[in-house]
């Protein structure tokens, strides 16, 4: 796991290369650290997000149209639409059980959001560590702070 606190002023902007409100709002240091990868939950759903790109791990939602969200995407408002309808298509039961599964956490020292997954904690002193992938910040589990899976990261 490399450090991810290397502060680079390269936005990711292969849709516009406008102003910087095409950045939506997002927090800066998101768009800072654009060398790795990113996991993250939007609404149930896995995202990979690497160099800018954008793709949706195996969707496992009946009744969603899996193959809209196939391939890579770099617009991520219209994945986000894509996938905004697929879930209205999708069984509501099954979504929200697949949003309990797949949630977001907030790093608490730099503060990224990322999947936290359960699998991933080491056990230490009676508790559970989760390490941030982006700065390898340790944080007990109990102490997480959950983060919103209705942002596109
Ligand atoms: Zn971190």
């Given amino acids: 796991m490399r450090p991810g606190y290397q502060v680079k002023t390269h936005f990711p902007g292969t849709r516009k290369r406008s102003s910087s409100q095409d950045r939506e709002g997002m927090p800066e240091h998101v768009w800072n650290r654009n060398d790795g990868t990113m996991t993250f939950a939007y609404k149930g759903l896995v995202i990979e997000k690497r160099n800018a790109l954008y793709r949706v791990r195996d969707v496992k939602l009946s009744g969603f149209p899996v193959q809209s969200v196939a391939g ?8 986000r639409a894509l996938i905004d309808s697929g879930i209205a298509q999708s069984c509501p039961e099954r979504l929200e059980r697949l949003r309990e599964g797949n949630r977001n956490v907030h790093c608490g020292n730099c503060l990224t959001p990322f999947l936290f997954r359960r699998e991933g904690m080491i056990e230490h002193l009676g508790g559970f560590l989760v390490t941030c992938p982006y700065c ?15 942002n596109f990261y």
């Fill in 136 to 150: 390898a910040h340790e944080e007990f589990e109990d102490r997480l702070r959950w983060a919103t899976d209705e």
């Fill in 72 to 79: 890579v995407f770099n617009d991520s408002r219209l994945l």
